[in-house]
């Protein structure tokens, strides 16, 4: 059986029982499969998703649009934001896939792609 290859302090850990070796190889294979590259790109794809729910602001039109399909100028009557900034979160919003937009004679109309992202961010603040 190979030595663990561990810190100082998970050493410690392991002499006062603390964390088990078993415990520790464990942790160290599940990481290790971790690294694979197609679970470090699904990673990043999580990274960039969570991250456009980083802004109040597109937590909110997200909100808005889970009730019903908008027109930018609705959206930003609603919010009280001016129009660039509407649009560049909804080009955000829509860049990350959490919304599709159509456009009708001279406006442009977005709703959300439904997911279980957006569910959760309605859970968590209605």
């Known amino acids: 059986m190979t030595k663990l ?4 302090p998970v050493q410690r850990l392991v002499q006062l029982g ?3 070796p078993s415990d ?16 470090l790109r699904k990673i990043r794809t999580a990274e960039r998703l969570l991250g456009m729910l980083g802004d109040s602001n597109r937590i909110k039109i ?5 009730k019903r399909e908008m027109c930018v100028c609705e959206i930003e009557s ?4 001016p ?15 959490l919304l599709q937009r159509s456009k ?3 406006w442009v109309f977005y709703r959300v792609n439904h997911s279980p992202i957006i569910d959760t961010v309605r859970d968590m603040v209605l």
Do not use: F, W, Y
């Open 5 to 8: 290859q561990v810190s100082r």
């Open 18 to 20: 603390v964390c088990s």
């Open 24 to 39: 520790i190889r464990d942790a160290m294979v599940e990481a290790e499969k971790l690294s694979s590259p197609e679970t």
């Open 62 to 66: 997200l909100l808005l649009l889970s």
């Open 78 to 81: 609603a919010l009280k934001l």
């Open 83 to 97: 129009q660039p900034t509407v649009s560049h979160h909804l080009a955000l919003l829509e860049q990350a896939g």
């Open 104 to 106: 009708r004679a001279r």
